[in-house]
Structures are given as C-alpha cells and as structure tokens.
C-alpha cells in the first residue's frame, strides 16, 4: 500500500492514547496508519513529509509560541497556494508578538487561546484526522500544529496566483455587462452575488474526484427553485466515483440526462449576467473550481438560440434576430444537403437559366454532387480546426487565406464547382452565427447526416432526417423538464420569451415547468406610460 492508502486505513489494533508509535525498520515513526492526529509534534510534520513525498513545496515553520511554560508549534502550508501576505503579516506576525505579550497560558489551554482570542484571521477551525488535514492543506489552508495536541488549527489563507477579471472570448456581447468568469471559484460566486444580493441565493459545497478533491459549488434561489430539481442534481453529483475534475466539460457528462444524443442537454456560459438571470428563472449553477464555465440546469433546446443582447434592447429587435437565428439554423444543417438534393433528383424544381448555368459550371466537375460537397465541407472542417488550434494571430491567416486560396484553386483545378463553394461558404457563416458553441457543433454533425440522405433520396431523405431529428429532440430531458418546452409540451403561458420575445412589462411569471414555486417576478403595473397629467 501506498502512504496516502496507510494514512487513511483503518487501525487494526486501538491504541492508548499517550502510547509511543512503534518504529519501523528505517527508524522512522510508523504513525501514518493513524486516522487520527498525534500529540506529539514532531510526528505529525514527519507524517506530512513522508505522505507528501517530502515535496518542494511543502512549508513548515516551527516556532516557540512561550518558554514557560514551553510551548512548540508548527506552521506547514503548500507554497504557490497561499496568500504570503496573510500568513506573514497575520498568523506569523501575531504568534511571534502578541502571545508573548499575553498572560502564560498552559499547553492544554493554549488551543483554545489560538482559536478564539488571538488569531485574527476571518475562518479558523479544528481539525482531527488527517483526511480533513491534508483536504484544507492542499486547498491553500495554513495548519498550525501545538506540541502536546492531539488536533490542528485550520487558517484561511487561500490565494495565489489568479486571473483577472476579464471580457468574455466566446460570447461577445454589443451591450451589457463585458465580465466573465475566470479560473477562481469563489471569485465567480462573487461576480453571481453581487448581481443577486438577496439571502436565499444558497450555495452548497461539493468535492468531486478520488485524487483531485475538485470543489464544486451548487447554486441555487431558495423559494424559487424546484426542490425536485435541486435534489436531483444533489443525487447526480454524489453518484461521481472519478479520479479528477479538471473542468466543468467532465461534470456535464457525467450528469447529462442521455448520452447517446448530439445536442447539449447541459448549458454552460462564461457569463455571470447570463448566470444571474437564469438563477432568477429557478435553474441550478454549477460551479467547478479551476474552470471559467458555468454550468446551468435544466436546459433547453431554445436556450442555446437565445444571446445576452436580447434582454438589452427592445422586444422588437431582439425577435427579429431571433427569428434570424432559427433561420440560420436551418440553413446551416440542410443548405449542402438541399444543394445535392436538386442538382441529383430535383432539377426541375430550379428554374431554367439557373440549372443551366449550374449544369455548365458542373460539366467539367469528376465528382457528383454528393461527393463535391463531401470533400468542400471536410476540406473547410480541416480549416476551421486548424484555425481554432493554432496561435490567435495565425490561426485567423489560416482560415481566412486558406479558404480563398483552396476554394478558387479547386474551381480552377475542376474538382469543385463555384455553386457549391457559394452554397458552402453560406453554410459555415451561417453556423458562426449561432450563439451557443455547443449547439454549432452539433448542426455540424447534422449537415453530414442530411446530405447522406440528401444523396440516397433527395428531398424525401431530407424530410425524414428532420421529422427524425424533431422525434429525438421531443424525446429528450434536462433534469426531468422535456427539452423542447414550451414548444413540446406546448405551453402558450411561458411562449413569450422563445422565438418571440415579449416586452419585459409583459413577462409577469417564470417558466412554469422549471419553477413551480413564486412564479410571479414583477407587478401588474409596468407597462410603460406618459405622464400624468398633474392639473399646471
């Protein structure tokens, strides 16, 4: 067995309490298949380094807290994880000083003086076994051992190095807040909370991962959530027996309500407003420490067309850009499939002139259409995935140039035709468009399958795609709540902030099948008005 695996093994034997550990053949105490601390200092820091690896980074500073009587202690702490400042100018600072100056304390009562009188730091707890001490150690927490005590002091001296606050790199918004999240957890709870200050914003804490001890917050409106939901997604999180947590995209797995489906039952955003405002609507956030992404729950199909923009300008606007992106989407996951459709069995629903211009442009062209636009949008997936992997400054060269320069090669070359690089070309701006990564991955997928079917039965393959992709997509739950609501089930009550989005002075309830308690979210009397007429 490993060291980690004896520290935490259960005894064999019961111990007295001031029993001396045994030695082993090295001559070093054998006290690591001890769950519970020991009360002798020097054991307890050699334990640290003997299941730590003696690693680099590991910190102890041993110090006299008093001569009469005498008093030892240690401080052991992970540099890198720490907040420098705070342990020196706060803990260390205060032990050297202040101890000294107060009346003698005995050993027995020295704990308690540390952790209720002198010790000015916001969070300080008691720790007695070594699975909690090594969780708070490797968390960024500063341990201070007392010879002669069979516990520890737990400091909160979380901090090192952090990335700023920045603007968001995938969703850009015209207006609106420009913050997004960034690798700290507790700094992103922070960004949700000062948009929601309210005391039944809850937070529950989590650790995921054998080896990582990943921390993972859940967040939720008390009184506005689904309960149901909210257990649920307890159930989900406890059930993860995992080696590590390096992202949110490992947690999304793992909870999704169905695997085996190309659409994201899950949504996640870098975007606090985005956050607040579903938190507001009775969803659960999702909060993984070390990565930037939020996730949110229950999702729908609907949500991943919708942009922050849309709540930022008026209801007039934000429809008319709604209905773009649906449109959009159609385009881009039927355009090349449409395209082999009719130049394949539909001829004669083009006109004229335009199938003989399409007819002459193909003459040379070897391949038939099905194949013409297999190679264009696996030439252009090539494209874009270079573009996405290599340096920023590159990659856009790449993309850009390559395309050009690839496209009018191979019209020249003969091996495509100018229709179908246009027809293609469209295609891929059209998937840019979509607000949600997730969802134009997925139309990507769908393109593929619809000029299969494009190819064996034209339009009448294209129809059964679509009628195959609504049934799936009808079929599908987030967390028990069908994904494709209010359209399926249809719910008139909750259609106003869909395809359409109604005025905000008309959005009066939350979405019904998401929280069924304190529906209602604004007064009767928002409608806009002129002024009154006071009588001057």
């Known amino acids: ?60 500073r041993q110090i006299d807290l ?52 002198l010790l000015p730091i916001t969070n300080v707890t008691s720790v ?44 850009v918004s015209l207006r609106g807040p420009k913050e997004a999240f960034t690798e700290s957890m507790r700094t992103n709870t922070s960004l949700i909370r000062s948009r929601i200050k309210n005391p039944n914003l809850w937070i529950e804490s989590f650790q995921i991962g054998k080896v990582t001890k990943t921390d993972i917050n859940v967040m939720y409106m008390k009184g506005i959530a689904n309960d149901k939901i909210v257990k649920e997604v307890r159930r989900r999180l406890k059930r993860i027996e995992i080696d590590q947590i390096p992202d949110s995209g490992f947690i999304e797995q793992l909870i999704e309500e169905k695997t ?8 996640h955003t870098e975007r606090p407003d985005i956050v607040a405002a579903n938190l507001m609507e009775g969803k659960i956030a999702i909060i993984v420490n070390g990565s930037p992404f939020v996730l949110t729950v229950p999702a729908l199909f609907i949500e991943f067309f919708q942009a922050a923009d849309d709540y930022y300008a008026r209801f007039d606007i934000s429809t008319g850009i709604r209905f773009l992106r649906v ?72 993309s850009i140039v390559g395309a050009l320069v690839i496209g009018q090669a191979a019209i020249q070359a003969g091996i495509v035709s100018p229709a179908m690089v246009i027809v293609v070309s469209i295609t891929a701006i059209a998937n840019f468009a979509t607000p949600s990564f997730s969802m134009a991955i997925s139309t990507r997928v769908i393109r593929f399958g619809l000029m299969t079917l494009a190819a064996v039965m034209g339009f009448y393959g294209i ?46 309830s939350r979405p019904k099948l998401i929280s069924q308690k304190n529906i209602i979210r604004q007064g009767d009397n928002q409608q806009p008005r002129p002024p009154e007429d006071n009588g001057s």
């Open 1 to 60: 067995m490993g060291l980690v695996s004896k520290l935490f093994a259960k005894p064999k034997k019961k111990k007295k309490k001031n029993q001396p550990a045994t030695k082993d053949t090295s001559g070093q105490a054998n006290d690591i298949s001890r769950r519970f601390l020991n009360n002798d200092l020097s054991k307890n820091l050699q334990t640290i380094l003997n299941t730590t690896g003696n690693s680099a980074d590991i910190i102890i």
């Open 66 to 117: 008093a001569d009469e009587p005498p008093i030892k202690a240690a401080l052991v702490m992970v540099d890198g994880l720490i907040d420098d400042k705070t342990v020196n100018e706060t803990i260390i600072h205060t032990l050297l000083t202040e101890y000294s100056l107060q009346e003698a304390v005995s050993i027995e009562k020295s704990f308690d003086y540390l952790e209720k009188k």
């Open 128 to 171: 007695y076994d070594w699975n909690d001490l090594f969780g708070k150690l490797l968390s960024g927490e500063t341990i201070i051992f007392i010879d002669g005590i069979e516990k520890a002091l737990s400091t909160s001296t979380r901090g090192g190095e952090k990335r700023a606050v920045t603007e968001s790199q995938n969703e």
């Open 260 to 267: 085996y489906t190309i659409f994201p039952t899950v949504y």
């Open 327 to 398: 449109l959009i989407f159609f385009i881009s996951i039927v355009g090349p499939a449409t395209y082999v459709a009719v130049t394949t069995y539909h001829q004669e629903m083009i006109p004229t002139l335009l199938i003989i211009a399409i007819a002459a442009q193909r003459e040379a062209v070897p391949f038939p259409a099905y194949v013409e636009a297999l190679l264009m949008e696996t030439t252009f997936e090539i494209l874009r995935e270079a573009g996405v992997r290599l340096p920023k400054a590159v990659g856009q060269a790449v």
């Open 463 to 508: 129809i059964t795609g679509l009628m195959m992709m609504t049934l799936h997509l009808c079929s599908l739950r987030s967390f028990g709540v069908p994904y494709m609501e209010p359209l399926a089930p249809l719910m008139i009550k909750n259609m106003g902030d869909t395809i359409i989005r109604i005025p905000l002075w008309k959005m009066k």
